[in-house]
């Protein structure tokens, strides 16, 4: 099984709201990521967590926070978002890399609208 | 700076016939080269994956070809179908301990029948 699930599928979402976006994977990989999206462009990483732990935070700004509360459950906390924020959000996860199974398996994704 | 070039952007193809998508990269460090297949408000899917120290990778109708002393790997489509019709990313990694991915711009291949 090679699943990763994210909810919601859609999400809108005012400039004032808290929304989180949720992952879950069951594969026992022990990195996820956050990539974001946008049409036409290819995924661009947001952030890295192994074994739980924040590992990269691709210089993120802080109206995105990130969260790994077990190693396969990953969210992704939004407060105070712009318009320009809308995109589709991708949850991926792997193997830690130095175990020599590099591959990484994406969600679905969340396609936020910020209005 | 752009450390994955893919080319062409789009492509047309007929039913049949073969889809090829080339991209280059610069960082000597990546070793891990996957290709990934996305359909209109899906996730990227893994396609098919190559390591530098083979040149050649098939799985069905799917051929990654790769030339590591001039830094590029390629795609080849066999038989291509309009269920293909999607866009290619090809992407880069390094052996760093994470699959963090460094992405092509992708090419959207359209197969008509």
């Known amino acids: 099984d090679t699943e990763v699930t994210q909810t919601p599928k859609h999400l809108v979402m005012g400039m004032t709201n808290k929304k989180s976006l949720k992952c879950e994977q069951h594969m026992g990989h022990r990195a996820m990521y956050w990539y974001k999206q946008k049409a036409k462009k290819p995924p661009e990483l947001m952030f890295v967590y192994s074994y739980e732990k924040l590992s990269i935070n691709e210089s993120v700004p802080s109206r995105f926070s990130p969260e790994c509360p077990n190693s396969s459950l990953l969210n992704l906390h939004l407060h105070a978002l712009q318009p320009e924020d809308s995109a589709l959000y991708l949850c991926?996860?792997?193997?830690?890399?130095?175990?020599?199974?590099?591959?990484?398996?994406f969600g679905q994704g969340t396609r936020l609208t910020v209005v | 700076q752009q450390q994955v070039k893919q080319s062409p952007q789009s492509l047309i193809v007929q039913k049949g016939g073969i889809s090829i998508i080339n991209c280059a990269y610069e960082n000597t460090a990546f070793d891990y080269f996957p290709w990934y297949q996305q359909f209109p408000g899906k996730g990227p899917a893994l396609l098919i994956a190559i390591r530098p120290d083979v040149s050649e990778k098939k799985e069905g109708r799917f051929t990654i070809s790769f030339n590591k002393s001039a830094k590029q790997f390629s795609l080849h489509i066999m038989d291509s179908q309009p269920g293909d019709s999607a866009t290619y990313f090809c992407?880069?990694?390094?052996?760093?301990?994470?699959?963090?991915?460094?992405f092509g711009k992708g090419t959207m291949l359209l197969v008509s029948p």
């Open positions: 991926a996860s792997s193997q830690e890399g130095g175990q020599g199974r590099p591959e990484a398996f």
């Open positions: 992407a880069a990694s390094s052996r760093s301990g994470y699959s963090t991915l460094t």
